[in-house]
Structure formats: C-alpha cells, structure tokens
C-alpha cells in the first residue's frame, strides 16, 4: 500500500512575524496568539495540545491533551498519574507541548519540566468538572488492557448508583501537571516555505529572542 503525498501543498500568507514585533514575554505572546486563535472561531478546540514525552521504553510518545490553564508561571493539564504519560513524566520531567492552529497559519513548540501540581490545585480543577468526568477518573486505569468496553460500562453503572446522591472525592492517582517553559518557539507560515520563526530561550532569569532560518 501506498500513497504519494507530493501534491499535497499550499501556499502560507495570512501573517508575519518578526522579533521587533513580538511581545518581550513568550507567555504574553503565547495570550495573544491563543485569543486571536479563539476569535477566530476557526479550531474546534482552541486549547487541544500535543504533549510529547520519553517513555519508560525510550521511545517519545505524542498525544493530544487539553490545555486547562495557564500563567506566569506555565501550563497546566491534569491526568491520571497512573497512565503511561504520568509514569513517562515521573521518569523524566523533560516534555514538549505543540500547539498547531491551521487556520491562522501557526504553530507554538514549547519545551519545558513538568512537575506535579498541589494538591489543592487538582482538588480545585478536579472539584469542577462535570459528574461523568468524575466519575470517568475512577472507572479507567488508563493505559491497561481490558478486555472490552463493557468492562468500563458495567463499571461506570455501578458508580453512578454509588455515587448518585454523595461527593465524589479527586481519587489520590489523580492530578495536575504544570509545565515550566524553557523555551518558546513561534511558527508563522509565510509565502514560498520562507517561514518566520522567533524562538524565546530561558538563560538564568531573562527570556532571549532570536530568530531561526526556516
């Protein structure tokens, strides 16, 4: 089986980017490019996110994960510590997340470590969401075989009626990640593959800025 891809191709040119034009902080300009993504009411979901990590077996693992919050200090999204991308970051808290919003041309690759978040953060987070999400935290161990979905179904009944008219606790595998940027790189696409990439790079306690050859 095969299929050739070459003619697969468009030409970028919705915008351009430069480091006289970029904000001194990555953090506000990652802000402004995520609110001009959201306004442009183009991406289903504006804060879908490829985390990449290194897994127990050597091997990086990309998946998309949902961007929960972030701030001067990072970016945060919160799993089942028990899964194989929470044993891979206890491994090692090196990780890459990779935003890519086609509809405006542009891309972030951020690396960063990774570290747990509190404990009061993920009761916080986890306080919030909706009853079946809750209760979907308890019914996988996520990353192990089952044998059906069924086994998940039957499961999920049972703590519907258990948990019907009682508070359904954070179980203890169950939290945040914060992800600390030490360095931001910003992707325009621009006409001729001649792209535009500005790179903040963390050296003690200033960001520096510079631009990389497409």
């Known amino acids: 089986m095969s299929q050739n891809l070459q003619d697969y191709r468009r030409n970028y040119e919705k915008g351009e980017l430069s480091k006289n034009s970029v904000d001194p902080n990555p953090l506000q300009q990652f802000q402004t490019w ?3 993504t959201k ?3 183009t991406v289903a979901e504006v804060n879908a996110v490829t985390l990449t990590t290194l897994g127990l077996d050597g091997f990086p ?3 998309v994960v949902l961007l929960k919050k972030y701030d001067e200090y990072g970016f945060y999204f919160y799993t089942n510590y028990l899964s194989e991308k929470g044993k891979a970051i206890m491994h090692n808290e090196k990780v890459s ?3 890519f919003w086609p509809s405006l041309e542009r891309q972030i690759i951020i690396k960063g470590i990774a570290t747990k978040t509190s ?3 993920s009761e916080n987070y ?3 969401r909706p009853f079946g999400s ?3 935290a308890i019914v996988s161990n996520q990353s192990e075989i089952i044998d059906n979905r069924e086994v998940l179904e039957k499961k999920l009944t049972l703590l519907e009626l ?3 008219e009682k508070e359904i606790e954070k179980p203890a595998h169950w939290g945040g990640f914060l992800v600390a940027p030490i360095s931001m790189e910003f992707w325009q696409g621009r006409p001729n593959r001649l792209h535009d990439r500005i790179r903040y790079t963390l050296k003690e306690y200033d960001w520096v800025i510079e631009r990389l050859a497409p």
């Open 134 to 136: 809750k209760l979907g």
């Open 34 to 36: 995520f609110y001009d």
């Open 119 to 121: 404990k009061e953060d």
């Open 162 to 164: 258990e948990y019907a």
């Open 97 to 99: 997340l990779s935003f």
């Open 61 to 63: 693992k990309g998946r």
């Open 39 to 41: 306004l442009s009411e």
């Open 126 to 128: 986890f306080s919030s």
